[in-house]
């Protein structure tokens, strides 16, 4: 698979991603249905997300974030059952998440067709932190506020637009081949960084996290 559309099969839910693989490979399509897809790679991709490693100082800025009492919540395009799938085996990272802040693409928060890059499950993830962000694109002014209160790191583009839409600061860590694609592109996003150690809290008004190293970026 190529990088032009992993970028877009990231953010997706699992039906929509099997959509458009399948979109890009007519014969493969002409073979089977998007449900025979799904299954045929279900057992590799529980295989795969099982040794799947977290991103650099992802761990690190989690439990410090936990640790200075900042509220977190977590948003994401996959379901439920593939969210498991893919974390069961990094509980040190997502057993700090309280389990009624972890919002998924099949959540009921999120109405089917609405996942990103529409802003609803980062909207969804706010309310879980008792924050009055009101609801899809429409909010009153004292809301728009406290959505851009909110700050969203995203490894994709559906959700830094999603982000971007929900009008919250939205910190984009791309791998480095996706931001190739379109190396002057940001999608919105107010940094675009290599790794989540370059992430300054203190630029964002936070205090300095315990345990989280932060590594300014080097110059060339």
């Not at 458009?20 to 991709?45: A, C, N, W």
């Not at 851009?148 to 791309?174: C, H, L, Q, T």
Request: aromatic fraction near 8%; hydrophobic fraction near 40%.
């Amino acid at each position: 698979m190529t990088w032009e559309i992993k970028a877009g099969v990231m953010g997706k839910t699992s039906v929509m991603a099997a959509e458009y693989i399948l979109s890009h490979f007519p014969k493969v399509k002409d073979d089977m249905t998007v449900e025979e897809y799904m299954k045929e790679g279900e057992q590799k991709r529980e295989e795969l997300f099982r040794k799947v490693e977290p991103m650099r100082g992802a761990a690190a800025l989690v439990k410090g974030l936990y640790d200075a009492g900042i509220p977190i919540a977590l948003a994401t395009g996959s379901t439920y059952e593939n969210f498991k799938f893919k974390t069961t085996h990094l509980p040190h990272i997502f057993s700090l998440f309280p389990p009624s802040c972890i919002l998924t693409g099949d959540s009921p928060e999120v109405k089917p067709g609405r996942g990103k890059p529409k802003p609803d499950v980062f909207l969804a993830a706010a309310h879980s932190l008792g924050r009055d962000v009101g609801t899809a694109e429409s909010c009153t002014d004292a809301q728009k506020i406290e959505r851009s209160k909110g700050i969203v790191f995203e490894d994709a583009r559906p959700g830094v637009m999603a982000g971007v839409a929900a009008g919250m600061n939205v910190i984009w860590v791309p791998d480095a081949e996706l931001l190739a694609l379109d190396p002057n592109a940001n999608f919105g996003a107010k940094q675009v960084l290599t790794h989540l150690e370059e992430w300054n809290p203190q630029e964002w008004g936070l205090p300095a996290l315990p345990g989280f190293n932060h590594c300014p970026p080097t110059s060339d």
